[in-house]
């Protein structure tokens, strides 16, 4: 089972150094906006990707993927060290203690100005592309830029380390998925359906999805692939009155419980990070779809970072460890709020983390107004 | 900057808050930075604000309650969560030396040190591994003799040209009772609530049964040096404290 007891991340986005340990099964990830909590996220993913650009990329477009601008991977890549550190010698590395041992990925290089030309046939890009790079001169820029440097590994002992080399024309088209001991949810994934994939095919998982779902709304009767009249295939629900409803008309909030459920099942004996948890879901069902989610994680061997701004959401995530009648030594639940904090020069920040138990702020919450996410 | 002060019973809250007011500039509010509210009818919360600054001016609920209260509200852990700039309190002497009562609260707080009649600064980490400093002071009353809340109101009152006389007269007559009719009288803080109240009685004859809140503004405290020494240590509340440099 994928599950990491602690971090370590240098240099990596707006972190220069942030250690956090004593994760638990449940690690809550809390803070302002701009606080490392995505980051946070990208780095637990970044350990499990390999020694190769590609691996990388799925990472950084998880950023970009709802944005109308798209940067180029290039500059997303870049955008990866931390903006504090010096052009010449460019390097992050982030490392955990996890189950199978130590786990650790480095990139380090440098970054230099070429000519446009020389970047071109550097580039990764296809004969065919470069060739519509030099018919089309106007758009080849005169200069470009080039990163060259390496990937280094570890998972447990296995050490490896790899060259790498990108140009700012690369725009790195072929992926290489990260391994499967990590899953991530965006905030707005349930947008892109992909809702029913790993639930149709289990029937007593899918008995149990259409249980939830009833609690949400009584009328659904089940969930199932139909076919469109253009012969693709359309994630549909079905009504009690026998109507086919395709998701594209309900609302946000089915269609993020499914999101969930579906990508839970698939994580099963691995990590699942969840960025923002209530986007689409209303509060008052937080009660009903959490405490599912984590028996479900729990029986499915789930280690889960979820990362939030609702205060609603945490108050009712604390509810699941019922600190007013447990007595139980060792807590599930670890909330890790993260903090922007400037240096005394005024010019650099950091990020700095406090970890502590569900109890220790269940407690403060009841005892003052304790902030969890400041 | 918030500032948080300690003290044991309502009306220590009621004469320090008014002091507050009337003296140092501090205004009333609803609603307190810490969001600390009574978790009994015994505790009682206030709070004030001056500027940028915010005080919670809190009763712990009575004499010997101080370590309960601590406990419950989780004082301590607020200190190191909140950006508290300063903790005072203020307790009855009793019997008790400065070192003793200094000892006795000191044992409540984790990670700060408390010392009777000096400003201290604690130099701590917080849960996020940052370095703040929080500053505290404990105020023994009365500061020289034995007692509690009342001997300050005696003596106070014993400052004010409207009321020397009548409390002068007042302890004549607590005395005279002391030796035979009332045997408890012989007792420091007995001796000292019988005459309190007494005074107040007689000096608002119409509200002899109300509590010491209804009294506290029939009487201009402003004028008693007395207590113009004794709280003096209030003036730093809200700005930058006196610490002494180590040597």
């Known amino acids: 089972m994928a599950y990491i007891k602690s971090i370590e991340i240098n240099q990596f986005r707006s972190i220069k150094k942030l250690s956090v340990s004593g994760f638990s099964n449940i690690n809550l990830i809390v803070g302002d906006n701009n606080s490392g909590k995505t980051t946070l996220l990208e780095a637990i993913q970044l350990l499990f990707a390999k020694s190769q650009l590609g691996s990388i990329k799925p990472v950084i477009d998880q950023r970009t993927v709802l944005s109308p601008d798209k940067s180029s991977f290039y500059v997303s890549f870049i955008k990866m060290f931390n903006a504090a550190e010096s052009r010449d010698q460019l390097e992050f590395d982030i490392s955990a203690e996890s189950k199978r041992g130590i786990l650790h990925l480095q990139i380090s290089g440098n970054e230099k100005v070429i000519s446009g030309e020389e970047a071109l046939q550097i580039s990764s890009l296809s004969s065919r592309q470069k060739t519509q790079y030099k018919r089309e001169a106007a758009y080849l820029p005169e200069n470009a830029k080039i990163f060259t440097g390496s990937i280094a590994k570890q998972v447990g002992k296995k050490i490896t380390e790899d060259g790498i080399r990108c140009t700012s024309l690369d725009s790195l088209a072929s992926l290489s998925d990260i391994r499967k001991e990590v899953h991530y949810i965006p905030s707005f994934g349930h947008m892109r359906y992909d809702l029913l994939q790993n639930i149709v095919d289990d029937l007593d998982y899918k008995k149990l999805v259409i249980d939830i779902l009833r609690q949400f709304d009584k009328d659904i009767a089940d969930i199932c692939y139909t076919k469109a009249d253009d012969g693709s295939f359309l994630e549909t629900i079905i009504t009690k009155n026998g109507i086919t409803m395709p998701f594209s008309v309900y609302g946000d909030g089915i269609k993020k419980i499914l999101y969930i459920l579906n990508r839970l099942y698939a994580a099963s004996n691995s990590i699942l990070l969840i960025d923002e948890i209530e986007t689409g879901l209303h509060k008052k069902y937080f009660d009903i779809l959490f405490p599912v989610v984590f028996e479900l994680a729990k029986k499915f061997n789930v280690q889960m970072f979820i990362a939030t701004h609702s205060i609603e959401a945490i108050d009712a995530i604390l509810r699941y460890g019922n600190y007013e009648n447990s007595n139980e030594k060792e807590d599930p639940i670890k909330v890790i709020t993260l903090k922007k904090v400037d240096f005394s020069d005024g010019f650099e920040s950091n990020i700095v983390a406090r970890n502590v138990t569900g109890k220790y702020v269940y407690d403060n919450r009841m005892a003052f107004d304790f902030e969890v996410r400041l | ?247």
């Open chain 2, 1 to 247: 900057m918030i500032e948080i002060v300690l003290v044991e019973g309502v009306s220590d809250v009621r004469l320090i808050s008014y002091y507050l007011q009337n003296i140092y500039g501090w205004k009333h509010e609803n609603s307190n930075a810490l969001g600390i509210t009574a978790n009994d009818e015994y505790e009682h919360i206030e709070s004030l604000s001056k500027q940028e600054n915010q005080l919670v001016l809190c009763g712990v609920g009575g004499n010997g309650k101080f370590a309960s209260f601590v406990e419950k509200h989780r004082v301590n852990m607020m200190l190191v969560e909140k950006e508290i700039a300063s903790l005072m309190v203020v307790t009855d002497r009793d019997e008790d030396s400065d070192a003793k009562v200094g000892r006795k609260i000191g044992k409540s707080l984790e990670s700060i040190l408390i010392r009777a009649g000096e400003w201290i600064s604690n130099d701590i980490v917080d849960s996020f591994g940052q370095r703040k400093i929080i500053n505290t002071y404990l105020l023994v009353i009365p500061p020289n003799e034995n007692g509690a809340l009342e001997r300050v109101i005696i003596n106070a009152l014993n400052d004010i040209p409207e009321e020397k006389e009548l409390i002068q007269e007042v302890k004549k007559f607590i005395e005279s009772l002391k030796n035979g009719l009332v045997k408890e009288l012989e007792q420091t803080n007995k001796y000292d609530k019988a005459a309190v109240g007494t005074f107040f009685s007689v000096r608002n004859p119409q509200n002899a049964l109300r509590s010491f809140g209804v009294f506290l503004h029939k009487v201009d405290w402003t004028k008693s040096e007395y207590l113009k020494d004794l709280f003096l240590p209030f003036m730093y509340l809200g700005t930058e404290k006196p610490i002494k440099e180590k040597e």
